[in-house]
């Protein structure tokens, strides 16, 4: 498996509208920050993730590309509270591998382009010593991503996003997408991570905790919401201005 628009008579009012659009449209065009909250497994943490338009071919469509983030991570296994999270890895475009036979092959679909892998010990005999990541979000739910792996609907997927940290660590924090029971009933989404340390390894890092699943995700409200009750506020604003300068006309 290691391979998101009346026509205004009086020109105040359509200037205002026009204002009021445009507050809309704009982080559909830059960055959008977007708030995140984890816990479960013996961590947690949030983080404020800056994501744009991904423009890389070969990733899924719908794909955002997460270019920055700040916040928090703890994990309490370790006794590792309120370490700032400090950026994301970026992505170095590895091949991806089949854990079937060691190779890859084309026909292996779907892997997004920005499939990546970060060199760690003690890594699960599946995961061939790398630790894999995108740093792709998806604000509609991922769809599937790897051949031998149909979970999806995750904010990330089964690679996920790789954070740095202040204190020289990495945590990769992914989804397991909606998984099911035997008798085929859907589970809520869950999600995983891996927390990777320097060590003397040839790697250089080692895995010194993860957890499969076990961790939720939420996203509060978007900003775009406030943005767009802060622009009808300012509209209403302007009409009641306008109101009233109208009646102290009449009243002279």
Request: some cysteine.
């Amino acid at each position: 498996m290691n391979t998101r628009k009346s026509n205004f008579v009086k020109s105040g009012l359509l200037a205002a509208g026009a204002i009021l659009v445009g507050l809309i449209l704009a982080p559909c065009a830059q960055a959008t920050p977007v708030q995140i909250g984890f816990n479960g497994a013996g961590i947690s943490g949030h983080a404020s993730l800056t994501v744009v338009t991904d423009t890389t071919v070969g990733d899924p469509a719908g794909a955002r590309l997460i270019t920055g983030a700040s916040g928090t991570f703890s994990d309490a296994n370790l006794g590792i509270f309120n370490v700032a999270i400090t950026g994301v890895l970026a992505r170095n475009f590895a091949t991806p591998f089949d854990v079937l036979d060691g190779t890859w092959q084309p026909v292996d679909v779907p892997f997004p382009t920005s499939f990546s892998q970060f060199a760690a010990s003690n890594t699960s005999p599946q995961d061939n010593g790398v630790i894999t990541y995108t740093d792709l979000f998806y604000p509609t739910g991922s769809p599937q991503t790897c051949w031998d792996y149909p979970f999806a609907g995750g904010l990330l997927d089964p690679y996920g996003v790789m954070f740095s940290l202040s204190n020289g660590d990495f945590v990769d924090l992914w989804s397991d997408g909606s998984m099911f029971l035997p008798t085929m009933t859907p589970v809520y989404l869950t999600y995983g991570f891996a927390l990777m340390e320097p060590n003397s390894s040839p790697e250089g890092y080692g895995v010194s905790d993860a957890s499969f699943g076990g961790v939720r995700l939420a996203v509060p409200e978007p900003d775009l919401v406030w943005l767009l009750g802060a622009a009808l506020l300012g509209l209403l604003a302007w009409r009641r201005s306008a109101e009233t300068r109208k009646r102290i006309a009449k009243a002279g």
